[in-house]
């Protein structure tokens, strides 16, 4: 199974602030990436897909880049709605894998 | 618009089995594999299986596999996902989640959740 480890655990942040989030697989993935933010208590929500693609209502804040096995998830000019855990994932090959999260809390 | 909804919340005794729907509108129901994802309280997510409305075949995770099963209805566009011989450990939130675009495995629209409690 390739491996997805996610970058930090948590952190905390400013609302106006940019931040950046990254995710690493064990092994090469071409783009075949998705990152998704899910607040407490719901499903996450698809933000991006193919390691930069901008999901269908996502705002442009949200960015992705990154190929083979280093990827980023930037988000700019943090606002409080934007608090919760992101998750990224593969779908180069089954099974599908996901990062252990990243909590975004707003200071 | 797509949307995927799931049945409500259980409780189940360790040993037994449970069933959760999964029941899809706003599209093509046999092109999109639906799949099932995991969420014990306060981790991760962890993929469970996935399964191919058209012609009903079902790809499980080796954690799985042998206690799980997933089927589906076209006429209703609901999949079900069964878990058997439950555990504590399998108190959860369990997703289902179709895909983005066909086949891909890129996990696009989710089903709200179904909390599956385990205790005797």
């Known amino acids: 199974d390739i491996q997805m480890t996610q970058s930090p655990s948590s952190l905390s942040a400013s609302v106006g602030d940019r931040v950046t989030i990254t995710c690493r697989a064990s092994q090469g993935i071409s783009n075949h990436l998705a990152w998704f933010q899910q607040k407490p208590g719901k499903a996450p929500k698809s933000l991006i897909y193919a390691a930069s693609s901008l999901q269908s209502g996502v705002p442009s804040k949200f960015s992705g880049s990154g190929s083979g096995t280093d990827f980023t998830l930037t988000i700019s000019s943090l606002q409080p709605e934007d608090f919760g855990t992101y998750f990224c994932q593969q779908y180069k090959s089954y099974p599908p894998t996901f990062g252990q999260g990243t909590k975004l809390e707003i200071k | ?120």
């Open chain 2, 1 to 120: 618009q797509v949307q995927v909804v799931q049945s409500g919340a259980e409780v189940q005794k360790p040993g037994a089995s449970v069933k959760v729907s999964c029941k899809a509108s706003g599209y093509s129901f046999i092109t999109y594999y639906i799949h099932w994802v995991r969420q014990a309280p306060g981790q991760g997510l962890e993929w469970m299986g996935m399964f191919n409305p058209s012609g009903g075949n079902t790809v499980y995770a080796p954690k799985f596999q042998g206690r799980v099963t997933m089927t589906g209805d076209t006429s209703t566009s609901t999949v079900y996902m069964e878990l058997s011989s439950l555990r504590s450990e399998d108190t959860a939130v369990y997703f289902c989640s179709r895909d983005l675009w066909d086949s891909s495995g890129c996990l696009g629209f989710w089903g709200q959740g179904t909390l599956v409690t385990v205790s005797s």
